[in-house]
């Protein structure tokens, strides 16, 4: 086994790991927002250490160059998606889940919650 | 092969997340889980290329990955207005 086939497996040993925990996030969390959270660490480190450790085996060829633009796809691509999930699910009136009630407005109002 | 360990973890994320799919409760979780099943499904086919050595599924990946995005924001965005056409609420409106 060559060097950059140890990169390589490293490389995509470590994404897939990321990617079962982002989705073991997904599963567990509590509300949408928290869910969104975790499920963006699929998209940011799941994928681009996946992502690299096949540009590591491709070398400088046709396939590296396509899979630098599933990178670029996935990196402006995703934060746009969350972003949008976001803002539907806050317009459509859903709320976050709070460890105290009333937490949300106190920060809205920029009031003390110790007064 | 090293890329085994790799195609295995993505299918147990798959399944995971086709789980929160299905269980909702919500219909925002149920975009994010196809959001998320979207671009674990482009790193799939990105490993399969270099799994069966066939050059063609880089570019399903590319194909996948654009449908994907669209759906994805054309589905929120039907959900957050009721309307694909209409413009967004002005700002006094919201919330």
New interface residues.
């Given amino acids: 086994m060559t060097l950059a086939q140890a990169a390589t497996s490293v490389l995509l040993g470590a994404g897939g790991l990321f990617c079962v925990i982002g989705a073991v996030g997904l599963l567990r969390m509590p509300d949408v927002y928290t869910r969104a959270h975790a499920a963006s660490v699929i998209e940011t480190i799941g994928a681009g250490l996946i992502l690299a450790g096949l540009a590591i085996d491709a070398g400088f060829t046709l396939a590296t160059a396509k899979l630098g633009a599933m990178a670029l796809l996935i990196f402006f691509a995703s934060p746009t998606a969350g972003h949008a999930l976001a803002k539907a699910a806050y317009e459509r009136g859903i709320r976050a889940k709070l460890a105290r009630p009333g937490a949300e407005s106190e920060a809205v109002r920029g009031k003390d919650p110790a007064q | 092969m090293?890329?085994v360990?790799?195609?295995?973890?993505?299918l147990?994320?798959l399944a995971?997340?086709l789980?929160?799919a299905f269980r909702g409760p919500?219909l925002?979780?149920r975009?994010?889980?196809g959001?998320?099943i979207g671009?674990?499904s482009?790193?799939l086919l990105?490993?399969l290329?270099?799994f069966t050595g066939r050059?063609e599924y880089?570019?399903l990946?590319?194909v996948y990955?654009?449908l994907?995005?669209g759906g994805?924001?054309a589905v929120?965005?039907f959900?957050?207005s009721g309307d694909l056409g209409k413009p967004a609420?002005p700002a006094q409106e919201?919330?």
């Fill in positions: 090293i890329y360990p790799a195609i295995l973890a993505l147990v994320t995971l997340a789980v929160r919500t925002f979780d975009a994010l889980a959001n998320a671009t674990v482009m790193l990105a490993l290329e270099f050059p880089t570019d990946a590319l990955g654009l994907n995005i994805t924001i929120l965005k959900f957050r609420l919201r919330r």
